[in-house]
T-cell receptor
Framework: DADVTQTPRNRITKTGKRIMLECSQT?????MYWYRQDPGLGLRLIYY???????NKGEISDGYSVSRQAQAKFSLSLESAIPNQTALYFC????????????FGAGSRLTVL | DAKTTQPNSMESNEEEPVHLPCNHS???????IHWYRQLPSQGPEYVIH???SNVNNRMASLAIAEDRKSSTLILHRATLRDAAVYYC?????????????FGQGTRLTINP
């Protein structure tokens, strides 16, 4: 099994729908992150969490919310999806100590029509 | 934040060494140099990182210029599986991974 699992891997939805992308990790890491990737723009940080009670906004948090249900689970929600949220979304984790090395999931491709 | 400059694309042949350059002329003394790569249809994958000295691991080597204004990721013997986008990223020692900025990277093509 992958260290960082994202579900769903692909999702097509309509404008205005609520969408949740889920991330779970088996590495026992405290810190978790959500990024989006658009063609030609690299990765941009949406939200990050240092532990279950800590949630922080990233570079582009507008239109998104997150929930850290447990140490191993970090969900990203789009309350009312819009077409410009069509992108590839990645979850990542790292331990709270040691090298600042991120482990990424395989990504969730979201298309909003 | 200090920025990095990488070529948009590079091409090499299988079983040959590959040298991927990165310029970071505004690097500060506390910036680490990180390299990640992203294989097709996958998330980014950590490759290597360093501060001042050259570093080696099972995946690659990182050569850092004496003035630290540039670095080179070296794949000693490229395979087809090394075809990916390679990101060179700076991170201040006092800041966490949330400060890693993934730019556009270098798209590496490996010819059979």
């Amino acid at each position: 099994d992958a260290d960082v699992t994202q579900t769903p891997r692909n999702r097509i939805t309509k404008t205005g729908k609520r969408i949740m992308l889920e991330c779970s990790q088996t590495k026992g890491h405290d810190r978790m992150y959500w990024y989006r990737q658009d063609p030609g723009l690299g990765l941009r940080l949406i939200y990050y969490s240092f532990d279950v009670k800590d949630i922080n906004k990233g570079e582009i948090s507008d239109g998104y919310s997150v929930s850290r249900q447990a140490q191993a689970k970090f969900s990203l929600s789009l309350e009312s999806a819009i077409p410009n949220q069509t992108a590839l979304y990645f979850c990542a984790t790292r331990p709270s100590s040691g090298a600042n090395v991120l482990t990424f999931g395989a990504g969730s491709r979201l298309t909003v029509l | 934040d200090a920025k990095t400059t990488q070529p948009n694309s590079m091409e090499s042949n299988e079983e040959e060494p590959v040298h991927l350059p990165c310029n970071h002329s505004t690097i500060s003394g506390t910036d680490y140099i990180h390299w990640y790569r992203q294989l097709p249809s996958q998330g980014p994958e950590y490759v290597i990182h360093g501060l001042t000295s050259n570093v080696n691991n099972r995946m690659a080597s990182l050569a850092i210029a004496e003035d630290r204004k540039s670095s080179t990721l070296i794949l000693h013997r490229a395979t087809l599986r090394d075809a990916a986008v390679y990101y060179c990223i700076l991170r201040d020692r006092g800041q966490g991974a949330q400060k890693l900025v993934f730019g556009q990277g270098t798209r590496l093509t490996i010819n059979p």
